[in-house]
């Protein structure tokens, strides 16, 4: 079995390593550095776990252009970034660039446009995938060759999400995964769904009829309610879907490379992450 490629969040990464850590973990100049100790933290965890062929460190824009331009208020409840993580996140590529790991953003799309655009082309090149991330949004991804290694408070490693698991979450397949969002909503991106239907009856709607239009087509056989929402959320469930479906860009696919544990033990030890430093260069040693 080939070594798979590992694609990482590094937004939700970045994120999650800020709050979760306490903020007296500090570097040379006195600044917080919990962001970068636990993302490549919880990076190298999956690395030890899964020994990938390389790693991707994936970026982006926030909101992408492209779901902000269809509906305004996506995102648009999220706080702005701290002023001690900003400072972390510019600092954030030349260390994962030193561990080894590919660093890549995009202008206008989202670091989940980028993950779901590598793991395409690594399916069509015969390989396997592995995404680190919190974000169900990337069940959508989830086949046969791609696995979802979702990340939950409070323990220690990821769930690991293939097709198998999207339908015993969800209820539906991975491919339908952007119309569920439309109909069930996603608060976290500030998508509110259809008024009044849930998780459970998006998924039945989906199961019966199979994804959105068709969805639409039949509301007149649903009840009241469901046929109501329907009808007059109509073209806004469909811009709903559009802005949770993920955008594919063309993207070389990464060489094989391991991660250099020396160099990312130096950029970690000049930034003044003894105890990471330390890790690291224990794991430089051979043996």
Same mark, same amino acid.
């Given at each position: 079995?080939?070594? @798979? ?12 390593? *800020? *709050? ?11 600044? !917080? =550095? ?5 993302? =490549? ?13 390389? =790693? ?10 492209? &779901? ?10 999220? !706080?702005?970034? @701290? /002023? /001690? ?5 510019? &600092? ?15 202008? $206008? ?7 779901? $655009?590598?793991?395409?082309?690594? +399916? ?8 680190? +991330?919190?974000?169900? /949004?990337? *069940?959508?991804?989830?086949?046969? $060759? =791609? +696995? ?5 408070? &409070? ?13 015993? #979450?969800?209820? #539906?397949? !991975?491919?339908?995964? !952007? /119309? ?6 996603? @608060? ?8 009044? #239907? ?24 649903? +009840? ?12 806004q469930l469909r811009t709903f879907k559009d802005i949770a479906t993920l955008r594919m860009v063309a993207l070389d696919r990464p060489a094989d490379a391991p991660t250099d544990y020396a160099g990312g033990a130096k950029a970690a030890e000049e930034i003044g992450m003894g105890r990471l430093a330390k890790r690291l260069s224990d794991a430089a040693q051979p043996g």
């Open positions: 079995m080939p070594a @798979p490629l590992l694609l990482c969040d590094t937004p939700g990464l970045l994120y999650r390593g *800020f *709050f979760a850590l306490p903020d007296s973990i500090k570097g040379a100049e006195g600044r !917080p =550095v919990n962001a970068l100790v636990g993302s =490549v933290n919880m990076t190298l965890w999956c690395i030890e776990k899964y020994a990938p062929r390389a =790693v991707v460190m994936c970026f982006g824009q926030e909101s992408a252009t492209y &779901r902000t331009d269809a509906y305004p208020d996506y995102h648009a409840a999220r !706080p702005e970034m @701290p /002023d /001690d993580l900003a400072w972390q996140w510019e &600092r954030a590529g030349a260390l994962y660039s030193a561990l080894g790991w590919t660093v890549l953003g995009h202008e $206008s799309l989202e670091a989940d446009d980028l993950m779901g $655009s590598f793991a395409a082309l690594e +399916t069509e090149s015969g390989g396997e995938t592995l995404i680190l +991330t919190a974000d169900r /949004d990337m *069940f959508q991804c989830a086949n046969d $060759s =791609v +696995t979802i290694l979702l990340q939950k408070a &409070r323990q220690q490693g990821p769930d690991e999400v293939g097709p198998d698991q999207v339908r015993e #979450i969800y209820g #539906i397949d !991975p491919a339908q995964v !952007p /119309d569920f969002i439309a109909l069930r909503g996603d @608060p976290s991106d500030g998508l509110p769904g259809a008024k009044g #239907i849930g998780a459970k009856t998006a998924a039945d709607l989906l199961r019966r009829k199979g994804d959105l239009d068709h969805v639409i087509l039949g509301a007149i056989r649903e +009840t009241p309610s469901v046929r109501k929402a329907l009808i007059e959320q109509a073209e």
